[in-house]
């Protein structure tokens, strides 16, 4: 790619529930060279290793992996545009079979689909990882209780796929910046060490990977911070340089905004010391960045960069940690919140009485404090209208039932008025704990998997 | 005068376990000042009461006129583990718009005021 081309990189997802339609609008509309796909939270690797012993039909990728490839292949297929995304969980082979033969449905032959694996470390982080980072202790002490560990692999194994030919890389484990930086790399000739330019082009990962975030979704504050037409949000799109500057847009005609303020919320989210933003691609330095609106919907940002990055990866271990039983009812109108008030003190007897063994227990009153907690302030003012929500954590799922149960009783033998959801959804879950540590990068090796259409 | 921090910067939340960032961005550049002074850790923390059971860091980054807190403990547990509703602390951000700030009256025709629909 010469110097001066701008590489067109769009968002197609920013975690596993997002919308479909924006991503079919960046395929269609978004002139891109690259659609990329995040849809990965810290426990989704271990709840599909959950679901997979449970369900043997379970496949292990991206369970919209079908919806979003329909939306966007016959677009991106036609226009050229090469698609990066970690919908591959636990089962990237299978992911990327599974989009050959969607894209024979479709009759589009001889593309080529890579799989990157590799991430899954499960049967060694114990003896590779020796400490906890949260809280210090040995990694042994999860011996018992490991369900799934993941180290988080950079953007090197993608460009590597992409320069063996692959169209399409469906990936395991990825950092989430390392999605968008990976077309960069490769396009642009980018050394892995040159951690001025890796900083940067992780600096716009970090900008894209969230998808909407950065173009007006999870933004919008009524008479404060007004985002025109909020229901037609774009995903993003980013047109990158040689050198690391981005310019951010969408596609013309949507609704959304992208503002300095919206690319500086972005810039800082899930980020603590914004001088040492740590990927498995370099440090990421926020600090000297540029921001600066060209115009509606374009925001340039410049002076991103980074440091050299660290010997190690992150890795993620899932762990079972017993369940949770939850459940609300429902008051209103005048002495609403009194009611509940007494409801609550009910509930507290009652759990004594069925000997409810919880390692801890929850009622917040919706609609006053079940939000933000202990940070509610004492003088807010009474609701009309409130939800008891009743939550508990239990080593069993038999106690956690109990939850549910004593909520049942707050039919018929609870307080006046007494509102109720029957029947009631699915009131107990399993809890997957997500623990840190780091491995030494050399010990996770990556592999590629190339299928064709 | 008093001023809600509402008036003066925006805020968003991100997660990391059991760890919540809080991002406050002034509105105007010469009201960062006021921020960099007023909103300290001690008092972040103070303001969200037992809804934050560990330290509280604070960064500054000046080129985006932002305050960067980072809340260990402000997630009930860690966002798999929490018996939140709220589990990601999404919604968390906002709890701080309501802090007070003393803005000086010069400075007063640079802070918002929330527009009625």
Redesign the interface.
Known sequence: MSENKLLRIGSGAAWWGDRVEPAALNAERGDLDYLCFETMA??TVSAAQVRARRDPSFPGYDTYLDDRMRAVLPACMRRGTRIVSNQGWINPQGAARRIVELLRELGIRGVKVAAVGGSLITDRVLELAPTIL?NGQPTATLKDTLISAEAYMGAEPIVQALREGAQIVVTGRVADPSLFLAPMMYEFGWDPLDHERIGAGSGIGHLMECGAQVTGG??A?????DVPEPWNLAFPIAEVDAQGNVTLSKVAGTGGAITA?TV????????????HYITPDVVVD??????EPLGPDRVRVT?LTGKPRTPTLKVSMGCT?GF?G?DMFFYAGPGALRRAQLAKKILEERFKIVKLDAE???I?F?GLN??????T?PDAPEPYEVAV?V???TRTREEAVKVGREVDGMAVSGVGHTGKRVPHQERTRE????W?SLVPRGQVAAHIDHFTS | MKARLEQVAHTRSGDKGNTSNIAVFAYEPALYPLLKEQLTAERFKAFHREAITGEVLRYEAENLHALNFVAHGALGGGVSRSLSLDNYGKALSAAILGFTLDVPDELAPLLRERRSA
Do not use: C, N, W
């Open positions: 810290e426990a949260e999870y933004f504050d009524p008479g404060l911070k303020q500086k919320e972005q810039m800082l989210y899930e980020v603590h010391d914004p001088a926020f600090t000297r960045a540029r921001i002076g940690e949770i939850e801890e227990v929850r917040d919706l079940a939000i933000h907690g202990a940070a302030p929500r939550a508990a954590r809890v997957i704990g997500v840190s």
